[in-house]
């Protein structure tokens, strides 16, 4: 694949991945092995597809409106890193174990993906997700 197209590929998977559509998403982007790298408490080191499919799942729930944008990314061989921005009103489910408030939050992270051809078989994403807890609580 080319640079171009791996380009794409990552920047249609931030801006899909957490949607309401994600699930086919899910089935065009990534690979059936894929492994996602999601550091927060409580979650393994890496997860496999479908437990990735039930931790979207509940982050919708918790924020229903979710919205990522694209600050900058770079591509580097089969590696695609970006820095994003998203955001959305806690108006769901428990959050980190934060009961819903209605507050907006925004978070700041970096992901990168691995791409094979045309398939992302590789996630990692970090995010300043104590920051969140603190506008949550805040």
Request: hydrophobic residues 40%.
């Amino acid at each position: 694949m080319s640079i171009e197209t791996d380009r794409e590929i990552a920047k249609r998977f931030l801006f899909t991945h957490n949607q309401a559509n994600y699930l086919e998403a899910f089935d065009e982007y990534l690979a059936p092995d894929c492994i996602v790298h999601e550091y927060l408490p409580g979650l393994p080191d890496a997860m496999n597809r479908a437990m990735y499919e039930q931790y979207i799942a509940g982050f919708r729930a918790a924020l229903p409106d979710v919205e990522n944008h694209l600050e900058d990314i770079f591509v580097d061989g089969e590696r695609v890193a970006m820095r994003w921005t998203g955001g959305g009103a806690h108006t769901g489910a428990d959050l980190m174990q934060i009961p819903a408030s209605g507050k907006p939050v925004t978070a700041h992270g970096i992901y990168i993906l691995r791409i094979r051809d045309g398939k992302i078989v590789e996630v990692w994403n970090h995010w300043d997700n104590l920051n969140v807890v603190a506008q949550l609580r805040g």
